[in-house]
């Protein structure tokens, strides 16, 4: 089990990367900050957390999916969806059907951009850029 100083240094070292994750998925301050408080409330009562900030990174994501899933979704419509978007919004939780559906197409042709953005990003990946 971590200490009070052990968790506050972690908070000092991740808490903006960690809220910038949650706000990403939730897209609201104030549960994005919930969210962030309840992955550290989390990790204070944990017993057993050999990588914290691994540990972290993933209850952050976890309480702000949840979060996500208790407000009522209001799709917005981008002018154009990119298969990288559709990468980014698929990690953060959204199912090929949550997609299809906000994004106003069939669920065929999001496999299809996912399947294309998955291999651009290898591409970039391989040649070092972002």
């Given at each position: 089990m971590l200490?009070?100083?052990?968790?506050?240094d972690l908070y000092d070292r991740h808490a903006s990367r960690l809220y910038a994750i949650a706000l990403r998925i939730t897209g609201d301050r104030d549960s994005a900050a919930d969210a962030l408080a309840e992955a550290f409330v989390a990790l204070g009562k944990s017993s057993e957390v050999r990588e914290p900030?691994?540990?972290l990174i993933r209850a952050t994501r976890d309480h702000a999916l949840a979060r996500q899933t208790?407000?009522?979704s209001a799709?917005?419509?981008?002018?154009?969806t990119t298969p990288r978007q559709l990468v980014e919004e698929a990690w953060y939780g959204m199912t090929v059907t949550d997609l299809a559906t906000t994004h106003r197409t069939s669920e065929a042709n999001v496999r299809m951009m996912l399947r294309d953005g998955m291999a651009q990003l290898r591409r970039q990946f391989a040649a070092g850029t972002k």
């Open positions: 200490d009070r100083q052990a968790i506050a900030e691994t540990w208790q407000k009522p799709a917005v419509v981008p002018k154009e």
